[in-house]
Structures are given as C-alpha cells and as structure tokens.
C-alpha cells in the first residue's frame, strides 16, 4: 500500500495492474486484512479492477472461514 503510486506508474491502470491485483491480494489469509485492503482501495479505485479486487477478496474471506 506504501508504494502504490509507484505500482500506478510501473502497471498502468489495465491488464497488467488487474492481473497484479488478482496475484497478489489473495495471497493474504485474514478478515481483518480484507477489511484493510477494502478500505484502501476505497480510496484508491481504479474502475478497471473492481470486479478482480471483489473477487480477491472474496478469494480471502474464504481463506479466512477455513483457517
């Protein structure tokens, strides 16, 4: 999150950036981290990935009920 600008400009805002979204947000296992991950993207939206975004977190809450 720290370096999201920097991740902007090296990904753009359309497949490459989707598909670094869809790679990475799953990777974390927690309700609370979900939560955080929301709330920065909140802020943060980018048109082209909120259906990936909904999905990777979705991917964690899942992970979430099974741990």
Do not use: C
């Not at 609370?32 to 991917?59: G, P, Q, T, W, Y």
């Amino acid at each position: 999150m720290d370096n999201w600008e920097r991740i902007l400009v090296k990904y753009g805002a359309g497949l490459l950036l989707t598909n670094f979204i869809s790679q990475i947000v799953p990777l974390v296992n927690s309700d609370e981290k979900a939560d955080e991950i929301e709330a920065f993207f909140a802020s943060h939206m980018n048109h082209s990935i909120v259906m990936h975004l909904k999905l990777s977190i979705e991917r964690i809450r899942i992970k979430a009920r099974w741990i």
